[in-house]
Every structure is written in structure tokens, then in C-alpha cells.
């Protein structure tokens, strides 16, 4: 059974920053496409960062370029998003996602797998 477990969330003022990991089981997390989404308040899911399985490519929604980076660490089975920075309107559930292809990396439909989320709070 694969299961995603997201950590590293919490309460940061505006302009810190925060650094969530994920670590997945049950896959060989190698293999797989990686990604982090974000969930505001009243709001839908929406992609924030992917990476390839070889970590050779990366994509990011242009709100977060230049001060979220995602990377990964193939050694320790573990996915992270450093973020620097943060605004109030980072505030979400930050949620990871795993597949075995990287054909959209921005769609929810690319993710089969999906972690239970971490709150992020940024505030003003």
C-alpha cells in the first residue's frame, strides 16, 4: 500500500521560511514523478512544484519561481519544498503527489498517489 506523509508544516511570520518533506512508502520512489499542490481556504487544489524522478527537471507555478525550490533526495526516499520568503497568500494544506509518469506536470490528473497534507500558516 503506498502511502505519502508530508511534514514540516507550522506558523511562520511573512517573510520566513519553512521547509516540508515527504516521504513516501510502499513505491519505489525513484521511479516516480514527485510534486507539491497547495489548498487555501475556499479555494481548489492548485500545483505549486513538480519534479522528475531523476530530479533533472523541475517545474514551478510561476507565483512561487524564485523562492520555493523543489528537490529531492533518492538516497533517503524523501521529497522536499523549501520555501523562502513566504507571503500571507501562501497560507494552505500543502499536499504531495506521486506518479510514475511526468506527462502534465501541473494537473491533479498526473498524481496517482497522494499524501494527507501539512498546514502552512504565513502571517501578516
Known amino acids: 500500500q503506498v502511502q505519502l506523509v508530508e511534514s514540516g508544516g507550522g506558523l511562520v511570520q511573512a517573510g520566513g521560511s519553512l521547509k516540508l518533506s515527504c516521504a513516501p512508502s510502499?513505491?519505489?520512489?525513484?521511479?516516480?514523478?514527485m510534486a507539491w499542490f497547495r489548498q487555501a481556504p475556499g479555494k481548489g487544489r492548485a500545483f505549486v512544484a513538480a519534479i522528475s524522478s531523476s530530479g533533472g527537471s523541475r517545474y514551478y507555478t510561476d507565483s512561487v519561481k524564485g523562492r520555493f525550490t523543489i528537490s529531492r533526495d533518492n538516497a533517503k526516499d524523501t521529497l522536499y519544498l523549501q520555501m523562502n520568503s513566504l507571503k500571507p497568500e501562501d497560507t494552505a494544506v500543502y499536499y504531495c503527489a506521486a506518479d510514475n509518469t511526468l506527462i502534465l506536470p501541473g494537473s491533479l490528473r498526473t498524481y496517482s498517489y497522494w499524501g494527507q497534507g501539512t498546514q502552512v500558516t504565513v502571517s501578516s
Open positions: 510502499g513505491l519505489t520512489f525513484s521511479r516516480y514523478a
